[in-house]
């Protein structure tokens, strides 16, 4: 496999002098056993970083260029990272998921895995040319909803899919609701303490009312289709559980009106009473997100206030008696989330609470300021494919997103 790279132009280029390498925590490693680059992947240039290759004496040097890696759609997990060297500014790239891709006889291959079907994920099925005319007609049936007016702005400015979904009304479709959050992630996306590494989204800037949520619920889930999601969480707002008293007062007008579809929230679970109360008036799916099931770690990621591991994990175990169906979205950082004591944490914790499903979400971070702003040390880790198959052993259902709660299991 040979390494790709950018010239000053832009142009995308293949090196044929070397092999391509990548990376996973200590270890660089020789570029095989990669995929070819599904349908749906982007590549993205790595400003600042030269890639690191193999000579014929199989030593390391620096290669041509620009580093290129791959932005890997919805279904994939990636196990390898870009191998590269540092030469020039920016000193931290922009928070995306870049995957090690190399090219061999004509096709480019990356480093991955699919881990679920990608269909209604596809990018063909968003961003169509009449989205902007189905915002315009949602916006004129749901008049004054700062809610609909936020998704149409995600559709639009960021391309977001769980937001367009609401204007196509299918799917899986985002219900942002929270301003504020309990948690200050090395790695989010809305939210940054600071301009190393600009948030990909705004956040939400204002409180939605009741009537305002519930509209877009209802709208999401009345219609024709059954198996529709709503989901509380995401990319553009803070920790919906916050806002709890305001959801079960949402919850109870959509269940008035429609029992049909799936009412979920992506949450980091911190805020055990407010999962509980969620619980209590009709949730049906967490998805909650982990780093890490070793307290050290999952601090030094998440950086929680007024709440630990335990706490989240009391509102698994609380969910799940009460018949919720409760995934994981685990953040994977291929050296990392595949080392030994991070997989047998993890195995742990699946056994100790019960929880259905584990959905895989590759993290998106530069991998030198991830290492430095959770001040850990890169070390040998025993790969994605291990991390793989220790999951299926442990009879947990895999996947990359959530499904209708008739469907999860």
């Not at 009304?169 to 929270?178: A, Q």
Request: hydrophobic letters at 35%; a neutral charge.
């Amino acid at each position: 496999m040979r390494p790709l790279y950018t010239n000053d132009n832009g142009d995308l280029l293949v090196d044929d002098s070397f092999s391509a390498a990548a990376s996973r925590g200590s270890e660089i490693l020789k570029a095989e056993d990669y995929i070819p680059m599904p349908e749906g992947a982007t590549f993205a240039a790595m400003p600042g970083r030269a890639p690191v290759v193999c000579d014929r004496k199989g030593d390391l040097v620096k290669g041509k260029g620009t580093a290129v890696a791959v932005l890997l759609p919805q279904g994939f997990t990636r196990t390898l990272l870009p191998a590269t060297e540092k030469t020039g500014d920016p000193d931290v790239l922009p928070l995306l998921g870049y995957t090690a891709a190399a090219m061999k006889k004509g096709k480019v291959y990356v480093a991955a895995r699919q881990t679920d079907e990608h269909r209604i994920w596809h990018p063909r099925y968003y961003n169509t040319e009449d989205l902007a005319n189905r915002i315009q007609k949602v916006r004129k049936i749901l008049k004054d909803n700062r809610v609909i007016a936020q998704l149409g702005r995600c559709s639009l400015e960021y391309g977001c899919f769980t937001a367009q979904n609401i204007f196509y009304r299918r799917w899986e479709g985002g219900l942002p609701v929270s301003q504020s959050c309990n948690a200050r992630c090395v790695g989010c996306i809305s939210e940054q303490e600071s301009e190393c590494c600009p948030s990909a989204q705004g956040r939400l800037c204002f409180r939605p009312s009741v009537r305002e949520i519930a509209e877009v619920g209802v709208f999401h889930l009345g219609g024709k289709r059954k198996d529709n999601i709503i989901s509380f969480g995401q990319g553009c707002e803070g920790e919906p559980s916050l806002e709890a008293e305001r959801i079960v007062k949402a919850i109870r007008i959509i269940r008035a009106n429609t029992d049909r579809g799936t009412i979920n929230m992506n949450t980091n679970a911190g805020h055990t009473d407010k999962i509980k109360l969620l619980t209590d008036e009709g949730m049906d799916s967490f998805r909650v997100s982990i780093f890490s099931a070793i307290p050290e770690h999952y601090n030094a990621y998440y950086r929680p206030k007024n709440y630990g591991l335990k706490d989240v994990e009391a509102s698994i175990v609380y969910a799940v008696e009460h018949g919720v169906y409760v995934s994981l979205n685990l953040l994977t950082f291929p050296g990392f989330t595949d080392r030994e004591e991070e997989i047998e944490a993890l195995l742990a914790l699946i056994e100790r609470t019960g929880l259905q499903k584990v959905q895989l979400r590759n993290l998106n971070i530069d991998t030198d300021y991830f290492y430095h702003q959770c001040g850990f040390t890169p070390e040998r880790s025993l790969g994605v494919d291990t991390l793989l198959k220790a999951l299926k052993e442990s009879g947990v259902a895999i996947g990359n997103y959530s499904r209708p709660h008739h469907q999860s299991e």
